[in-house]
């Protein structure tokens, strides 16, 4: 009788063996992508194996979810998330599970890269490549237009048509400084000025801009024959 059972303990652990090869065989890798999210994790791109994209530092943080596919029954796969670069790495607690935020504390080139393993051994990967600068400078545009309101000699100094290196990232312009030769400067939040020049002539005018992070643009030089 003892002998009966241990070919039966040896028969049921073969089978079992055998099964888990089995299982093995049929499966197959898990599939894993990931996308960028705005703050309340709302998608703002779609699921990617690869992200490459660029933060400006100020701006903070990067916000981004994954989405892993895997045929198991049950689900037995593990996913690690790890950096390259210098920064904080937190997973969200609530809702998403799978959330996370990224805040880079330094420029540079940054990588987010995501692992998931399955029992078998089996593994995907996907990766967020992170350009993060500080600041694109802003760009001063001049042009100006005759108007003689209320002199002759009147001209409107216009600003307009500059722009923030970087408006997608949160940049704006928030002063506009205006020089005319030969001693007259103004530094104003408006985008536009009116001054009549004391004399017909050729004047140089020239402006610069500054951005929300407090970086002038070069100076932009033009000459107005005024007549």
Same mark, same amino acid.
């Given at each position: 009788?003892?002998?009966?059972?241990?070919?039966?303990?040896?028969?049921?652990?073969?089978?079992?063996? =055998?099964? @888990? *090869?089995?299982?093995?065989?049929?499966?197959?890798?898990?599939? $894993?992508?990931?996308?960028?999210?705005?703050?309340?994790?709302?998608?703002? +791109?779609?699921? @990617?194996?690869?992200?490459? *994209?660029?933060?400006?530092?100020?701006?903070?943080?990067?916000?981004?979810?994954?989405?892993?596919?895997?045929?198991?029954?049950?689900?037995?796969?593990?996913?690690?998330?790890?950096?390259?670069?210098?920064?904080?790495?937190?997973?969200?607690?609530?809702?998403?599970?799978?959330?996370?935020?990224?805040?880079?504390?330094?420029?540079?080139? @940054?990588?987010?890269?995501?692992?998931?393993? *399955?029992?078998?051994?089996?593994?995907?990967?996907?990766?967020?490549?992170?350009?993060?600068?500080?600041?694109?400078?802003?760009?001063?545009?001049? =042009? +100006? $237009?005759? =108007?003689?309101?209320?002199?002759?000699?009147?001209?409107?100094?216009?600003?307009? @048509?500059?722009?923030?290196?970087?408006?997608?990232?949160?940049?704006? /312009?928030?002063?506009?400084?205006?020089?005319?030769?030969?001693? +007259?400067?103004?530094? =104003?939040?408006?985008?536009? /000025?009116?001054?009549?020049?004391?004399?017909?002539?050729?004047?140089?005018?020239?402006?610069?801009?500054? *951005?929300?992070?407090?970086?002038?643009?070069?100076?932009?030089?033009?000459?107005?024959?005024?007549?």
């Amino acid at each position: 009788m003892r002998n009966v059972w241990l070919l039966f303990a040896v028969m049921l652990l073969y089978s079992c063996d =055998t099964r @888990q *090869d089995f299982n093995a065989n049929l499966n197959t890798a898990p599939e $894993l992508q990931v996308r960028r999210d705005d703050n309340n994790f709302n998608p703002l +791109y779609a699921y @990617q194996v690869t992200i490459t *994209d660029s933060l400006k530092l100020s701006q903070g943080n990067y916000y981004f979810d994954y989405l892993l596919s895997d045929d198991e029954s049950p689900k037995d796969v593990k996913v690690s998330v790890s950096i390259i670069g210098s920064g904080i790495l937190q997973n969200t607690a609530g809702t998403p599970s799978n959330g996370y935020i990224f805040n880079p504390l330094t420029v540079g080139f @940054q990588s987010i890269n995501l692992k998931a393993i *399955d029992r078998y051994g089996l593994s995907a990967s996907a990766n967020i490549n992170l350009i993060v600068f500080k600041n694109i400078p802003p760009v001063a545009v001049l =042009t +100006y $237009l005759k =108007t003689s309101v209320y002199d002759p000699l009147e001209y409107r100094i216009q600003a307009d @048509q500059s722009y923030s290196g970087d408006p997608k990232f949160g940049g704006r /312009i928030i002063n506009y400084q205006f020089s005319i030769s030969p001693n +007259y400067q103004v530094t =104003t939040p408006y985008n536009f /000025i009116s001054y009549i020049f004391p004399s017909i002539g050729n004047y140089q005018v020239s402006l610069r801009v500054q *951005d929300n992070d407090g970086v002038w643009s070069p100076s932009c030089v033009i000459y107005i024959n005024v007549s």
